[in-house]
């Protein structure tokens, strides 16, 4: 499949007569494919059970006669006001007990059955009317799971919801107090019904307690998204997908995954930036217009995964976004490399949000492709020649990855829940082994920890912070044959999130348990060798395993049994990059701002620097791409 | 009108045989108006309708008997404990949902039709007995409108009252869907009982919906206080004022002032430093004894505006207060200094806060100019000379000015619901501007944002941040005659709160429309010339307006034609004095602490520096200040 | 009593078969004393009236038959899952206004009545089994009062405890508003019912309003603490303690320990250096792995105090915690040295909490004297070389102390009440005279206020910031025949929270009033002499005492008559350093790790440093203690 662009747009915001002109724009601008619908259920369904078809009917004719491809949303992101009305009780309530109100949108709580019944009632009366319809490309299922801190909630409920999925999966109260250890502090309980939710405790609830509660929450989003495709899938054969959202990590996206036959996400290099990377600020000012060098690459990875190989970037920032705590311009060529750049990874689609900036409303000053007032705006410009780039692309890009990181969302649930220290998160530990293998210049997949999988084929796997693991999947881990770098703090915990005996890792092969872990507070930084430090976390280990690294005060950072490594700390950029090299035998790191992608027949040189940088004989320009044949 | 100096007493604190001395002493330090009774509803009306006048009688007599006037206050800024048996839903509601409690001050919701009504019928009563006692010179109404964040309330009162004033504004729910635009996220109505009040969204509500509702609320203050002044107007002759607090916003202190005859206000020079003033640690530390050069003088001439004229300090800073973070003491002279300088900005009255210092309660480390052993504190000396300095004064003295800035409380409130990036506040941008023209030599009147008034007469208008006019407050504007300066993000959006077609400014004569908008981080700071920088904001215009100012990589930040100009961008002071020097024609900015301020007849030439500063062949003594003649 | 080393169990955690084998250990290692049972409600009683005594008749068995002393606690800190149920409203509220849930500990109000029954009832069934029982050493009471801020509740409990209280201590509404000076702000009452608790005001409550309820709540813990003291006492002989914890200043500590026969606190001193010490980073990075110097001693001294002469450390810190924002492990012999330490201060047993880390629930990361898999953890052998030393000591080490330094619950209220400036904290002055009397090589008793106490015997007594005293108190204090330091903020307000008229302080034969507080922002710092300066608090004084110390500018900050003096300011390190030196003719400051604390018969040299120090022709080994007899 061609990879193809194509732009979110809303009908239902603009006058009629608009529509037609807007169509023919898209088209002249080299678009194929445009979003719709996904807000827009006080249109479709002004009161109860009255639907109004007409408009959205027109809205199809006019763009798919224009020669575009409908991506249609369901609404379920925006419930109307009268919602409420028939479920006073389905909003979320948030952890200090407040119910979130009507006014903006995701103001549901996943675990109410009767907003979940609605949402697919919705989906079958989508379905029913353009399941079959030719000119659906594509449906989208709700929008942006986990936005606006939207998978957490604390209503009654999620309440009767939890008490429900405890006694599913323990059977009986005494085995969860056995699971939990409530005998610890006598929070035992005799009765399904004594179980709370674990916000507004006096201090840390067990741990156990909410990280069952995480896990519960992101079987709600699961449950809810397939609520939603059961209804959905009988009535159509197009493909269905969702929009993920940067770094949301509150639902396990490969649960989603599974029932969806594409993953998409929405990518705003700036705005996350600004407001979802923590980085040092000569980092953020260097990149200030143009967007972290790997934040977009790491995401692209992972949803490749999410979608077992079928990906899209749904919505590309266009240009300023509004809701960042800064939110500069993009460099020139910037609009236009990221889609170069989605394609590198394999995206198949990539849709600029949105068309034509909206003149009211939440996001009245975040920048579309066109102006309010219907004249370009930068972003069409480089959106036209991204696809002109796009099309004097070979047909088939085949990704092509020698390296694979496991990402686990448990894992963040169960760091969120027992931090051990201030500024310990798993995804800033895994985007930093990331960010490392880049650096020396890796192609990675993204991968999720699977009991069943085959991690056969690659030449090394980094498997940072699994804080968990059951037996067969380090089995399939260690199995591999590849280099296997793991560590810090994986597998010392078991699944019901009790320290096991004997402690872990317990990796086959590797003589060595972790017996007591440190977090250091920032800045105190243990050197280990010229400017090389260690961060705030440092484990204690015994056994027999060779220490292929040392602290310059003789603690051992890195254990070592043939191919398979432990990390037992955690390390700064620059000994990551030591650390990377040596496994990968990478001859260099590359330039601060410049990575590369690999496919099978090509590789893309990607420059997210401002200014033109020399590599390999070539001359990259500054925010923009070469693309060589792979010799 | 002779200027005087005041005081605020409150008789009901002290034994009554206290009462005579102070009396005496107080008329022995040239003190002419007594503050009294605005706190006192529990000693008035004890029980419910059981008043208690001897006490109040009283000590009306023993205050006038020794040839002071009163300034008698309506005590609805602290109903008393069994206010809330008769309206146990009074209470304000913050944002969280809480309900505030008794136990202070102030803990009414402005919209609750009960207690409003309670409140004048207080004026009532006291209109009745007092209101043609030729010995009562004023009534306060109330006091400090919004102090302790109390404009904004979540009540039950407040979402009935919201209701009723959106369906007076928009006449049908579908109207007003279209100037929201709520089709947006599915946000429609279909009733009026749909609309609930902006808090507690998930994410950002519409924010057309907070921006209506800020409007709201200011009514509601407004709504208020008119109550009260027609209840007490047909009673009485004397003047009714209310005593505004320092950088209060989230109200238009304007439409509280079209009500009234007088405006004051309570200026805490060395508490609003600490509190309410975002500065550089450095000049934080130059005038912690002194306050801010700029923030009193801002402030007077801002209700000099509010009063149409005529206005007075209620409250002036008499010592160290109690309720910043750091409460240091003035520094010898500004206690007097803080005087003079408002009456050079034309004060009829500067009222000390308080006679004698509590020695309970919450304020009992807030100075008085007595002691609470009744012996006199430093400011008491300070309060005398400054008595004998006004008795020195001609007897007329009428602010003059050249230049006038335009303040309005609607942009405030625009700004802080569509702020678009962190830090970026209207009043600082204001108060920016403001401080430039005083460094430039300038006497400034501050004006209200109006559609019928004559802005002509001035030599310069400055009105940065108008976020959004109609067309007839532009064209008053732009009729003046005089120079002009708006921008930045003056006119960018309509009145619906919604970017108008064709885009702002839309000022007549100069082409120009802002197409889009930037937020930088703090730091970032474009270079312009030498040391003069931009700060966090810059806006990209199309159209044919020369361009008279240009960052260093060639970004216009100023248009111009004729004697309009646009600010495209928020200067740093540096470039601040550049743009006001240019266009004011002043040859040299005064030195940091030196202020000039001009009547008809007289220039001020004010001191906050603690050391001698030498100026135009002057040398004005620290904290003190020369008045010379005008040439 | 010899000084013995302890550790807490819990058998409730582990296979019965282990206790044997555990047992045996602890006594290998030289332990004597375990402590059990303070957690265990829901095993004792897993239905409510339903006992299980057979557990817990078995653990005492196994741990007595190895010759262990058995300190049972009584489990109200853990109320289980079905007292809610009998008692829906015994959970605290927090200030917001939520109650807190059930899934931790600690999840009551001390104001409940029934709750507060149930626990007594708990004491006496408990009491009825083993109260008479020999085995049983001591008896504990609940569990750390305070931690996790639970002594504030906002309760409807608390609400009419509170005006009980009320009502007895001022017999009429009409002297409660006297008292509190309530006619302020029309804040009057006139009835009980009209009182509410003084959270969620609009502002700040009337100080005397929170000081009373600050009052109150400490009482409802001494009240809580007595009803289980009276409930045990009549059954049993063994003598009854608490076990307090670091820096808890909510409640009085001398309040509850007036009815207990030991107190006992939990020293984590790493866990408190990241956690609950205001200090410069550099200071806190020198004793990461040690704690501070003198925050131990402190506590150590003070709970030496708090239980008359009788203490002991219940729970001490035997590697890495999981509770603070770092947690790091402790530097090899600190584990040892702190046990060491508390002897030196007059400690009768030192125990390790815990004696195997649990590998389950909230303090799974909290280390133990053993790993979770039953292998010895580094502390093991520390605690064993403990156990040796306190073997080879003398039988009998009474403290001995020169110097005195008043500790007052109430004065941390007050200041707390009415801080009058940012940063300005009771515990923070305490301790810096503390610190600064220990660099002088001051072994110090900490002593409460009391009216008739003979505070003679003592040649310096040190009573910094004692902001309410009654005349008694005063004379009790002045009578000593010491050099005595009072000031800053001492007896500056009367016990109704009034400024006395006259002002204070009132010294007997000072000639001194405070007419005038400031504070000052951070870094303002007023120069003194050579590196010597003030804080942000400085007094202004009136009266002919004689200045003994002056700051550059001439203002006195230490008065003097006699052997009584009076500090206006608040003196940075070095300052205070001069001062003691002054005070005490210590002719030298000891090394900033150094410290020295003195029996009638020996001296401890202790050094907190990682590397040896010299002093006084010995040399101290890193993380160790010299033990000289005295000559």
Same mark, same amino acid.
């Given at each position: 499949?061609?990879?193809?662009?194509?732009?979110?747009?809303?009908?239902?915001?603009?006058?009629?007569?608009?529509?037609?002109?807007?169509?023919?724009?898209?088209?002249?601008?080299?678009?194929?494919?445009?979003?719709?619908?996904?807000?827009?259920?006080?249109?479709?369904?002004?009161?109860?059970?009255?639907?109004? $078809?007409?408009?959205?009917?027109?809205?199809?004719?006019?763009?798919?006669?224009?020669?575009?491809?409908?991506?249609?949303?369901?609404?379920?992101?925006?419930?109307?006001?009268?919602?409420?009305?028939?479920?006073?009780?389905?909003?979320?309530?948030?952890?200090?007990?407040?119910?979130?109100?009507?006014?903006?949108?995701?103001?549901?709580?996943?675990?109410?059955?009767?907003?979940?019944?609605?949402?697919?009632?919705?989906?079958?009366?989508? &379905?029913?009317?353009?399941?079959?319809?030719?000119?659906?490309? /594509?449906?989208?299922?709700?929008?942006?799971?986990?936005?606006?801190?939207?998978?957490?909630?604390?209503?009654?409920?999620?309440?009767?919801?939890?008490?429900?999925?405890?006694?599913?999966?323990?059977?009986?109260?005494?085995?969860?107090?056995?699971?939990?250890?409530?005998?610890?502090? %006598?929070?035992?309980?005799?009765?399904?019904?004594?179980?709370?939710?674990?916000?507004?405790?006096?201090?840390?609830?067990?741990?156990?307690?909410?990280?069952?509660?995480?896990?519960?929450?992101?079987?709600?989003?699961? #449950?809810?998204?397939?609520?939603?495709?059961?209804?959905?899938?009988?009535?159509?054969?197009?493909?269905?997908?969702?929009?993920?959202?940067?770094?949301?990590?509150?639902?396990?996206?490969?649960?989603?995954?599974?029932?969806?036959?594409?993953? %998409?996400?929405?990518? !705003?290099?700036?705005?996350?930036?600004?407001?979802?990377?923590?980085?040092?600020?000569?980092?953020?000012?260097?990149?200030?217009? #143009?967007?972290?060098?790997?934040?977009?690459?790491?995401?692209?990875?992972?949803?490749? /995964?999410?979608?077992?190989?079928?990906?899209?970037?749904?919505?590309?920032?266009?240009?300023?976004?509004?809701?960042?705590?800064?939110?500069?311009?993009?460099?020139?060529?910037?609009?236009?490399?990221?889609?170069?750049?989605?394609?590198?990874?394999?995206?198949?689609?990539? %849709?600029?949000?949105?068309?034509?900036?909206?003149?009211?409303?939440?996001?009245?000053?975040?920048?579309?492709?066109?102006?309010?007032?219907?004249?370009?705006?930068?972003?069409?410009?480089?959106?036209?020649?991204?696809?002109?780039?796009?099309?004097?692309?070979?047909?088939?890009?085949?990704?092509?990855?020698?390296?694979?990181?496991?990402?686990?969302? #448990?894992?963040? $649930?169960?760091?969120?829940?027992?931090?051990?220290?201030?500024?310990?998160? !798993?995804?800033?530990?895994?985007?930093?082994?990331?960010?490392?293998?880049?650096?020396?210049?890796?192609?990675?997949?993204?991968?999720?920890?699977?009991?069943?999988?085959?991690?056969?084929?690659?030449?090394?796997?980094?498997?940072?912070?699994?804080?968990?693991?059951?037996?067969?999947?380090?089995?399939?881990?260690?199995?591999?044959?590849?280099?296997?770098?793991?560590?810090?703090?994986?597998?010392?915990?078991?699944?019901?999130?009790?320290?096991?005996?004997?402690? &872990?890792?317990?990796?086959?092969?590797?003589?060595?348990?972790?017996?007591?872990?440190?977090?250091?507070?920032?800045?105190?930084?243990?050197?280990?060798?010229?400017?090389?430090?260690? &961060?705030? $976390? #440092?484990?204690?280990?015994?056994?027999?395993?060779?220490?292929?690294?040392?602290?310059?005060?003789?603690?051992?950072?890195? !254990?070592?049994?043939?191919?398979?490594? !432990?990390?037992?700390?955690?390390?700064?950029?620059?000994?990551?990059?030591?650390?990377?090299?040596?496994?990968?035998?990478?001859?260099?790191?590359?330039?601060?701002?410049?990575?590369?992608?690999?496919?099978?027949?090509?590789?893309?040189?990607?420059?997210?620097?401002?200014?033109?940088?020399?590599?390999?004989?070539?001359?990259?320009?500054?925010?923009?791409?070469?693309?060589?044949?792979?010799?």
């Amino acid at each position: 499949m061609m990879p193809s662009i194509g732009v979110c747009y809303y009908p239902e915001h603009w006058a009629e007569e608009t529509w037609p002109r807007d169509a023919r724009r898209m088209v002249d601008t080299g678009i194929t494919h445009v979003r719709i619908g996904e807000f827009a259920w006080s249109r479709i369904e002004p009161r109860p059970g009255v639907f109004d $078809w007409d408009w959205l009917d027109r809205a199809i004719d006019v763009l798919a006669s224009a020669g575009l491809k409908i991506v249609l949303g369901t609404p379920s992101a925006t419930p109307p006001r009268w919602m409420l009305d028939r479920f006073p009780d389905m909003l979320a309530v948030d952890a200090a007990g407040a119910p979130r109100k009507f006014g903006s949108r995701r103001h549901y709580c996943h675990a109410h059955d009767g907003y979940r019944d609605a949402a697919a009632d919705m989906c079958r009366v989508l &379905g029913e009317r353009y399941g079959r319809d030719a000119r659906i490309a /594509a449906w989208q299922i709700d929008n942006e799971y986990g936005c606006h801190d939207t998978v957490l909630s604390y209503s009654d409920a999620a309440r009767h919801a939890f008490r429900d999925w405890l006694a599913r999966k323990y059977q009986s109260p005494e085995a969860l107090n056995r699971a939990w250890g409530n005998v610890f502090w %006598s929070m035992e309980y005799a009765d399904w019904t004594d179980v709370d939710l674990p916000n507004l405790t006096v201090t840390q609830p067990n741990p156990a307690h909410e990280l069952d509660y995480r896990r519960f929450v992101s079987d709600m989003v699961a #449950q809810w998204n397939a609520r939603q495709v059961a209804a959905l899938r009988p009535l159509t054969d197009a493909p269905l997908l969702h929009n993920y959202m940067g770094r949301v990590l509150e639902f396990d996206h490969f649960d989603v995954g599974a029932d969806l036959d594409i993953a %998409s996400w929405d990518s !705003y290099p700036i705005g996350f930036l600004s407001d979802r990377l923590e980085a040092a600020p000569a980092h953020k000012a260097r990149f200030m217009r #143009q967007g972290d060098p790997d934040f977009q690459a790491f995401h692209h990875d992972l949803y490749r /995964a999410v979608g077992k190989g079928r990906w899209w970037v749904m919505e590309q920032q266009p240009g300023p976004v509004n809701w960042a705590p800064s939110n500069p311009a993009p460099a020139p060529g910037m609009v236009r490399l990221w889609a170069i750049e989605a394609v590198a990874h394999g995206a198949e689609v990539v %849709s600029y949000f949105r068309w034509r900036q909206a003149p009211f409303a939440q996001e009245q000053l975040h920048a579309g492709l066109m102006y309010p007032d219907d004249t370009p705006a930068p972003g069409l410009t480089e959106a036209k020649r991204a696809a002109d780039d796009l099309a004097a692309l070979p047909a088939q890009l085949t990704p092509s990855a020698r390296v694979a990181l496991i990402f686990d969302y #448990q894992s963040d $649930w169960a760091w969120k829940t027992l931090p051990q220290g201030a500024g310990f998160d !798993y995804f800033d530990l895994a985007f930093s082994a990331y960010r490392a293998l880049r650096r020396a210049g890796m192609s990675i997949d993204i991968l999720p920890l699977e009991t069943a999988r085959d991690y056969g084929g690659y030449d090394l796997i980094v498997a940072p912070g699994l804080m968990t693991l059951n037996a067969a999947e380090m089995q399939a881990l260690t199995a591999s044959g590849a280099t296997l770098l793991m560590g810090p703090r994986s597998n010392l915990q078991t699944p019901d999130f009790q320290i096991p005996n004997p402690p &872990g890792p317990a990796i086959p092969g590797l003589d060595l348990q972790i017996m007591q872990v440190e977090s250091y507070p920032q800045g105190y930084a243990p050197h280990v060798r010229d400017d090389r430090h260690i &961060g705030i $976390w #440092q484990e204690h280990g015994r056994g027999t395993a060779e220490v292929a690294l040392r602290r310059r005060d003789g603690i051992p950072i890195l !254990y070592r049994a043939g191919k398979i490594h !432990y990390l037992a700390a955690w390390p700064d950029d620059a000994l990551w990059g030591d650390i990377v090299q040596d496994l990968t035998g990478a001859p260099s790191l590359l330039p601060p701002g410049l990575r590369i992608r690999d496919t099978e027949s090509h590789r893309f040189v990607i420059n997210y620097d401002l200014d033109p940088v020399d590599w390999d004989g070539h001359t990259v320009p500054g925010c923009d791409a070469l693309i060589l044949p792979r010799s």
